[in-house]
């Protein structure tokens, strides 16, 4: 595993949690995760990675202090941006993971000259997309599995699917790895992705991109994994045995189809 750097980064006003690692002559890859979920769960997949990576905290998830203002998802964007700027990347690759995905492909969107290739996993085109049952975006609509491990055990399996279904000590796992976000930061996160949507405008990214999906993803249906291949100009569809969390739970095989992408 590459050793991960943590640091606490001032940018535009706004106090980010950052992890990074270094890799001599290897590419850059920023990677934005889900919603109200810290960097710290991706570690694994951080760590693994043949590759320099960036990861942080947006205002109000993991260890960044809430901002009182909540932004859209350009404003992420743009933060993400000035966060470059201070770490001197000029271009690099962009992967986004479930909510993180919207806001990669508004990265790729407002900064093509920054975005390599782009890697979205688990994720759809925003507000119009297949939506998944009107339970699953009951549950999804409060931070309340973040808050209550209980509560997050009996419901798992239902919302993330896959290996979470029938195997306890995952669920537990993952679990005791999160962070709970402030109420704040992970309303700020359902406000930026409110009416927010990439469908008309996907045929201008001109980054290749790798979309990667679980065939079992209550949360994010697979229709829409095809929905994003078949708008972007450039896209590969890559699909996995798992559910939502297939980034974690099938690591192996995602690192391997991302350094084969990202052709490191």
Not at 63 to 70: E, T
Request: with cysteine.
């Amino acid at each position: 595993m590459i050793q991960i750097k943590e640091e606490v980064r001032l940018v535009n006003g706004n106090t980010l949690r950052v992890l990074t690692t270094h890799v001599d002559n290897a590419p850059c890859l920023l990677i934005f995760n889900g919603i109200g979920a810290s960097a710290d769960l991706l570690r694994p997949l951080i760590g693994a990675l043949q590759m320099s990576v960036v990861a942080f905290d947006l205002p109000g998830v993991g260890s960044s202090p809430a901002q009182f203002w909540p932004r859209r998802m350009h404003q992420n964007a743009a933060l993400a941006r000035q966060l470059l700027d201070e770490l001197e990347i000029e271009q690099c690759h962009v992967m986004g993971i479930s909510w993180g995905g919207g806001l990669a492909q508004e990265f790729a969107r407002r900064y093509p000259d920054s975005t390599q290739r782009l890697i979205l996993a688990a994720t759809s085109t925003g507000h119009l997309m297949l939506p998944p049952s009107i339970l699953v975006m009951l549950r999804m609509a409060t931070p309340l599995r973040y808050l209550n491990a209980g509560y997050f055990n009996r419901i798992a399996g239902d919302i993330y699917g896959g290996d979470f279904r029938n195997n306890r000590e995952r669920s537990q796992r993952h679990q005791r790895a999160m962070s709970p976000p402030s109420i704040w930061g992970y309303l700020s996160q359902l406000y930026a992705m409110s009416g927010w949507t990439s469908l008309f405008w996907l045929h201008k990214i001109a980054a290749p991109t790798l979309v990667m999906a679980g065939d079992d993803d209550p949360i994010i249906p697979m229709a829409n994994a095809r929905l994003l291949a078949n708008r972007l100009p450039d896209a590969q569809l890559e699909i996995f045995d798992c559910g939502h969390l297939f980034v974690l739970t099938r690591l192996d095989d995602v690192i391997a189809r991302m350094h084969q992408f990202l052709k490191v």
